[in-house]
Nanobody, 120 residues
């Protein structure tokens, strides 16, 4: 099995910054794509940013230029640096990793989510 643990959420004023982390543990052979999603009340979950195993990145238009996704393959961890935060960034942020496990092949793992609240 694979477990994801997120950290770094919290309350911040508009214009501030937060850094989210998501570490994977378990029977991991390799991790392919990693990503961050968010969901706010009454809205569908949306992709925020993703990064491939080779380091290619993709961002939603709403966060381009403000958020940066990165990964540390030695730690099985993906990060999301969020700058110039806006009230509309308030949501539960969840990480997602495409994991190739030792015994069970390809697994799509999700973290439990971490709340990010931006006060205006």
């Amino acid at each position: 099995q694979v477990q994801l643990v997120e950290s770094g959420g919290g309350l911040v004023q508009a214009g501030g910054s937060l850094r989210l982390s998501c570490a994977a543990s378990g029977s991991i052979f390799r991790i392919n794509a990693m990503g961050w999603y968010r969901q706010s009340p009454g809205k569908q979950r949306e992709l925020v940013a993703e990064i491939t195993s080779s380091g290619n990145t993709n961002y939603s238009d709403s966060v381009k230029g403000r958020f940066t996704i990165s990964r540390d393959n030695t730690k099985n961890t993906v990060y999301l640096q969020m700058n110039s935060l806006k009230s509309e960034d308030t949501a539960v942020y969840s990480c997602n990793q495409e994991v190739i496990t030792v015994l069970n092949g390809r697994v799509i793992a999700w973290g439990p989510g971490t709340q990010v609240t931006v006060s205006s």
